[in-house]
């Protein structure tokens, strides 16, 4: 499986953005998805994740309200909707692909690049 990330950006605080990330490859619809995010000088945080049928979602205590993943498996497609952004959800955001949705990378098999996100205040 290849993941590709997209619709990073710049934005205001108080903005939204929507991140996809398309998949390629024979069994999408299997795999639990995840994405990440990395700021400057940081560790790689978990930010949320999906089951493979998107009946089960996980977030991090700091996006939770303000974050929605959601997945298209007709369309190869996860999507991370982010609403409220402030200035600190400002990382590099990373899908990724496993056979659960955990909350830590390591169990993840498969990463996407990465798109910027920067929220300005």
């Known amino acids: 499986v290849q993941l590709q990330a997209s619709g990073g950006g710049l934005v205001q605080a108080g903005g939204s953005l929507r991140l996809s990330c398309a998949a390629s490859?024979?069994?999408?619809?299997?795999?639990?998805m995840g994405w990440f995010r990395q700021a400057p000088g940081k560790e790689r945080e978990f930010v949320a994740a999906?089951?493979?049928?998107?009946?089960?979602?996980y977030y991090a205590d700091s996006v939770k309200g303000r974050f929605t993943i959601s997945r298209d498996n007709a369309k190869n497609t996860v999507y991370l909707q982010m609403n409220s952004l402030k200035p600190e959800d400002t990382a590099v955001y990373s899908c990724?692909?496993?056979?659960?949705?955990?909350?830590?990378?390591?169990?993840?098999?498969?990463w996407g690049q990465g798109t910027q996100v920067t929220v300005s205040s």
């Open positions: 990724a692909a496993g056979g659960i949705p955990t909350m830590t990378s390591r169990p993840y098999q498969y």
């Open positions: 490859g024979r069994g999408f619809s299997s795999f639990a």
């Open positions: 999906i089951s493979w049928s998107g009946g089960s979602t």
